[in-house]
């Protein structure tokens, strides 16, 4: 599975900016989805999540703003995110989970990454 995000960039505080993610590949192993973010010096947090099942989950702190979804036709995954905050500032990266067993132990385990996209907020 290959994954490839875009739509990063420069964006102020309150606006808004869509991240896609096209997956190819072994693209009928994929059981979930997901985004994630890191900042320097930080760990790689969950942004959202979309199973093949239809199931979400978001991050609390992007609840209410972010939305997780996909294009089937297109493979392709997209973060819709609203009401930007000079937090959000990151680089996004793009998972995939093909295991079958990918929520453990209270978090989500991705099997393929993205090489990620810069988005950077300001204030």
């Known amino acids: 599975v290959q994954l490839v995000e875009s739509g990063g960039g420069l964006v102020q505080a309150g606006g808004s900016l869509t991240l896609s993610c096209a997956a190819s590949?072994?693209?009928?192993?994929?059981?979930?989805m997901g985004w994630y973010r890191q900042t320097p010096g930080k760990q790689r947090e969950l942004v959202a999540v979309?199973?093949?099942?239809?199931?979400?989950n978001y991050a609390d702190s992007v609840k209410g703003r972010f939305t997780i979804s996909r294009d089937k036709a297109k493979n392709t995954v997209y973060l819709q995110m609203n009401s930007l905050k000079s937090e959000d500032t990151a680089v996004y990266y793009c998972?995939?989970?093909?295991?079958?067993?990918?929520?453990?132990?209270?978090?989500?385990?991705?099997?393929?990454w993205g090489r990620g996209t810069l988005l950077t907020v300001s204030s």
């Open positions: 590949g072994d693209i009928l192993s994929i059981n979930a």
């Open positions: 979309r199973t093949n099942t239809d199931r979400v």
């Open positions: 998972g995939a989970a093909v295991r079958s067993e990918y929520y453990v132990g209270g978090r989500y385990v991705m099997d393929y």
